[in-house]
Structures are given as structure tokens and as C-alpha cells.
């Protein structure tokens, strides 16, 4: 690794940037550094990003665009002024209730399927139900804490009355001292991957026809809720 890419890795440390993060941006950064000469005009590398959009994701795009102009900001020390890419127009994928259900019967392994019914349940992240505590669980108030959600802020959901009794009871079923409450074989807690790919197999045996991923429980979670008459 380059001088210049190991003070964008330290700076992005000292200010508390996720790894994931970091790890991205340093990407990015290489990849860019790679094609275009930091010499370059504003003007050039604006057509630099353009061309770049036509053959990827103009999220993508924008993620490196991101990137480049920390990169210019913080360790070049110049100010990187040029347009990010206008992101098309998507509707999320959502499941109706039913496909929720046959999703959730699908799954024959306990602690798979209380995963699922967490997830959904709860609206949570990927990341937010590998990372869940069993101390961020409250019973007696059926509520969750999550610590350090997306953008490092915490935050306080209601857990539902038909989860609440068989995660207690799953949890008092273990015997151990992980303090994760969906931990893995090897200890720690259970991979991003492991539930991405638990969620994408129980879409595939419950035959639903869209296309299913864990993200799309937390959007299906907010639209249920929207349909009940439920403040966001």
C-alpha cells in the first residue's frame, strides 16, 4: 500500500470509520488512482465518472466518487468539486404477509427460524441481527436495544409479544457463555453471509417468486406496519 493510501486509512481510523468502510474506500481509491492521474482537471474527471456509469451501478459510482473526493479532501488537501450520479428510481421488493409466513415455515432449523422471525419481527439490518446481545434483549419491557446501528447511532424497538416467549426460551435452552444471541459454531456470533444465505434458501423452498434477500424483511417489516396504520 501506497504513503497516500495509508494516511487515508489513518485518517479514516482516527475518525471512527466502520472497517467495512475503510476497506471500501481504500478500493475505491486504488481503483480510481489506477485510471486517472490526480493531475487531472475537474472537468476530466467528471467525464472520467460519466463513462464509469454507463457500465456500473450509478450507486456505485457514487460510492467511489465518495471516496475520491475524501481521498482529495483529507490527504491531497483539495476540495473535489464534481456532480455525484442521479440514482435511478427503484421500488424496494416486498413480501405480502403470506409469503412472510410461508418464508418463516420453511426454515426447519430453531434458531434459523427465530433468526428470521427477528429479523422481520423487529425490522433489523443483516448486520444488527449478527450483532444482537443477549443483554440488548428486554423481556419484561418487550423492547431491543440496538447499539451502534447504521451510522453508529443507537435505538429502541419494540419486541413483538409472539417472538418475545421463544427467544427466552431458546436462550435459557443454552448453555454457554457467548453473549450473542445467534452465535456461531466457531463462537462470536453468526456471519452476514450465513444469514444472507439462510434468508435466500428458505425464499427458494417456500417457492416465493421474487427476488429475496435480507434487506427485503426489513422493508416488508416497514410496509406491513404502513398498512396497519403504524407512525414510523
Keep these: 500500500m501506497s504513503s497516500e493510501l495509508e494516511r487515508l486509512e489513518n485518517e479514516m481510523r482516527s475518525r471512527g470509520f466502520s472497517r467495512r468502510t475503510v476497506s471500501s474506500y481504500i478500493f475505491h481509491v486504488s481503483q480510481f488512482l489506477e485510471k486517472v492521474s490526480t493531475a487531472s482537471t475537474e472537468e476530466e474527471l467528471q467525464r472520467y465518472f460519466i463513462n464509469l456509469s454507463e457500465r456500473l451501478d450509478p450507486r456505485t459510482v457514487n460510492l467511489r466518487i465518495s471516496a475520491v473526493k475524501f481521498y482529495y479532501k483529507e490527504v491531497l488537501g483539495k476540495e473535489l468539486r464534481i456532480n455525484y450520479m442521479k440514482k435511478p428510481k427503484r421500488l424496494p421488493e416486498v413480501l405480502t404477509k403470506e409469503e412472510v409466513i410461508r418464508l418463516i415455515n420453511s ?53 413483538p409479544k409472539t417472538l418475545s416467549p421463544r427467544l427466552k426460551a431458546y436462550l435459557g435452552s443454552r448453555d454457554d457463555a457467548n453473549p450473542y444471541v445467534f452465535d456461531s459454531l466457531r463462537g462470536g456470533h453468526v456471519t452476514v453471509s450465513t444469514i444472507q444465505k439462510i434468508v435466500e434458501h428458505a425464499s427458494n423452498e417456500a417457492g416465493i417468486p421474487k427476488r429475496v434477500h435480507v434487506h427485503t424483511l426489513r422493508h416488508s417489516y416497514a410496509t406491513h406496519l404502513l398498512e396497519q396504520g403504524t407512525d414510523l
Design 107 to 159: 426454515v426447519s432449523n430453531v434458531k434459523h427460524r427465530l433468526l428470521v422471525e427477528t429479523i422481520y419481527g423487529c425490522g433489523l439490518r443483516v448486520s444488527e441481527a449478527a450483532k444482537l446481545r443477549k443483554e440488548d434483549l428486554r423481556f419484561e419491557e418487550g423492547l431491543v436495544f440496538i447499539r451502534q446501528g447504521k451510522g453508529r447511532k443507537d435505538r429502541v424497538i419494540s419486541l
